[in-house]
């Protein structure tokens, strides 16, 4: 027997818009499938799927594993252990889904797992056993109908199949966002300023419909303005990850948001965008006490100019695609636990990408954050990580791993041709993140 799994299809304008999506049924049956498939299983077995250069898929390891757990089946995240690769109880039903998916295996016992085990708990080795338990419940914060841009995680759960929800604006104003575990950001502006786009692209048939549209949807939530719509997000995902909510974002999506909530009561927009004048004293009414990760920051203020801040880094890439590069800092994995999960690669070298927030000025970067990435040859943090609350925030600068500068309206990559991109494996770290049994953070 195999695990059924049913199928939506979302009109994204992308050659990879089918999202794999498991619905009541589809988890009875499989649960039932598990079941029956345990008195056939030799027990005393596991799969191991390594996660080094011996894997042919990284990518899709990633939805096997989460997979596995939708069927209510533990594993091992096996930290630093062959780029941290992943522990199964053998089934055969899950060693045919790894052949189907194209992903790489090893069959072993009962023994060579114990002493896995004690080797990793070594405590002169830097490795460290976390448990998975429980799928997270994803949501991925978006407009409905085709946009010019794509947006890489969505990308990467659809090739990795694994199944989110699509929520916008108002899900997130009327409390939705209770109902997910992980939320992810998509290509998004937080400060109404529309990506600050309007010089480039103000004629373009897209841009004008996002105005309509977006300028519609405030109305209709009640906000005067695009900008207080958008703050009005912005606070409600604040609480969201107060409340324990995992909050992973990208690109433009991580600056503009902390932007958004320095300036909550200050107009910072100029009349193209709401009909009015920004605040000529903006820059001094900023609050940096509300972000998550960044402070002392100057504002862009020329709504013409396609920046929002001295945040971003881009401006500071001046080497050759070929040289362009950051590094995952080595963490201690028995006791920084969080940032070696989000770290687990098969390389600490990882190829450069820009963006619309390519990186992020290092001293912008508040001390409370864990930098888990950097470009020390343009003094920036491409990777970093915090808590707020009882919840957790990653950023994670760039727009495209695996397209080194992306412009809109360009085809979305296929990752049929990067099944081993490290840089798109960081991503897929995130989305287990929330599975991972909680232990105690020793640092």
């Known amino acids: 027997m195999k695990i059924v799994s049913t199928y939506h299809h979302q009109s994204t304008g992308s050659n990879l818009s089918v999202v794999r999506r498991c619905s009541p049924i589809t988890i009875y049956f499989s649960l039932f499938t598990f079941f029956i498939l345990s008195f056939n299983s030799v027990k005393a077995n596991y799969l191991l799927l390594p996660m080094d250069n011996v894997q042919k898929n990284h990518l899709k390891s990633y939805g096997i594993a989460y997979w596995v757990l939708l069927g209510n089946v533990?594993?091992?995240w096996l930290l630093n252990y062959?780029?941290?690769s992943f522990l199964i109880p053998f089934?055969?039903?899950i060693q045919e889904e790894c052949v189907i998916r194209g992903v790489s295996y090893e069959v072993i016992t009962d023994?060579?797992?114990q002493s896995i085990r004690l080797e990793i708990g070594d405590p002169e080795v830097n490795m460290e056993v976390v448990k998975m338990e429980k799928a997270p419940k994803i949501a991925v914060y978006a407009p409905k109908g085709h946009q010019p841009w794509d947006d890489a995680v969505t990308m990467v759960m659809t090739y990795a199949e694994i199944p989110y929800d699509q929520i916008y604006d108002s899900a997130v104003v009327t409390g939705a966002l209770v109902k997910y575990?992980?939320?992810?950001?998509h290509h998004e502006d937080f400060t109404g300023q529309y990506g600050k786009f309007y010089n480039s692209y103000r004629n373009a048939a897209w841009y004008q419909q996002q105005v309509r549209q977006t300028e519609a949807m405030a109305k209709f939530l009640g906000f005067a303005k695009v900008s207080e719509l958008k703050l009005g997000v912005a606070l409600r995902i604040k609480e969201y990850v107060a409340g324990g909510g995992f909050l992973f974002t990208m690109c433009s999506g991580t600056d503009s948001y902390d932007i958004a909530l320095s300036a909550e009561g200050v107009d910072i927009c100029g009349p193209m965008y709401d009909g009015d004048p920004l605040d000529p004293k903006a820059q001094s009414k900023i609050d940096f006490n509300r972000t998550f990760a960044f402070e002392n920051y100057h504002l862009t203020m020329d709504p013409l100019v396609y920046e929002?801040?001295?945040?971003d880094g881009s401006q500071l890439h001046n080497l050759p695609e070929n040289q362009d590069?950051?590094?995952l800092f080595d963490f201690s994995a028995k006791w920084d636990i969080v940032p070696t999960m989000l770290c687990q690669n098969h390389t600490q070298v990882i190829k450069g990408f820009m963006g619309q927030t390519t990186d992020f000025v290092k001293k912008y970067i508040k001390s409370s954050v864990t930098v888990m990435g950097e470009s020390k040859q343009f003094g920036t943090a491409r990777y970093i990580h915090g808590t707020f609350g009882k919840g957790t925030w990653t950023f994670y600068g760039g727009h495209d791993p695996e397209d080194f500068r992306h412009y809109v309206g360009d085809p979305p990559t296929d990752l049929n041709l990067h099944p081993n991109s490290p840089?798109?494996?960081l991503i897929l770290n995130n989305i287990l993140f929330p599975a991972a049994k909680k232990k105690k953070q020793k640092t």
């Open 74 to 76: 533990e594993l091992e």
């Open 82 to 84: 062959r780029g941290g």
């Open 91 to 93: 089934y055969k039903t």
């Open 111 to 113: 023994a060579r797992a």
């Open 181 to 185: 575990d992980w939320l992810h950001l």
């Open 308 to 311: 929002f801040s001295d945040i």
């Open 325 to 327: 590069v950051f590094t």
């Open 423 to 425: 840089g798109y494996r």
